[in-house]
């Protein structure tokens, strides 16, 4: 078997994916909420917001409302606002990487 063979018994581990909520768009299923998976080792920050998404068309506003920005990390300004909390978040996060959640240790 060769350093670059990708049979099942030496595939490389990979997390599993965290699934949030991101808030609804106007341009996007009618403004509903709609479910985002992310790789758990993007997540770089986590801070709580007061937005909305930017529409495309001038005519259509989305409200602003209270949710999460998640950045990403290894995308220059690329986040996504979603209706968890960053507890909720911070703990998706470290469950989907088998590691304890020690929030206190942020505070």
Not at 36 to 60: E, H, K, M, Q, S
Request: a negative charge.
């Amino acid at each position: 078997m060769s350093g670059h063979d990708m049979t099942v018994e030496n595939k490389p581990w990979s997390p599993k994916m965290v699934r949030l909520t991101s808030i609804g768009n106007v341009e996007v299923c009618n403004g509903e909420p709609t479910s985002v998976y992310i790789d758990p080792w993007c997540i770089a920050l986590v801070n709580r917001a007061y937005g909305a998404w930017n529409t495309c068309d001038p005519n259509l506003k989305n409200e602003k409302i209270t949710c999460t920005t998640v950045w990403l990390r290894g995308a220059a300004q690329a986040n996504i606002l979603v209706l968890e909390t960053p507890e909720e978040v911070a703990q998706r996060r470290d469950a989907a990487l088998d590691i304890p959640t020690r929030l206190e240790a942020v505070k």
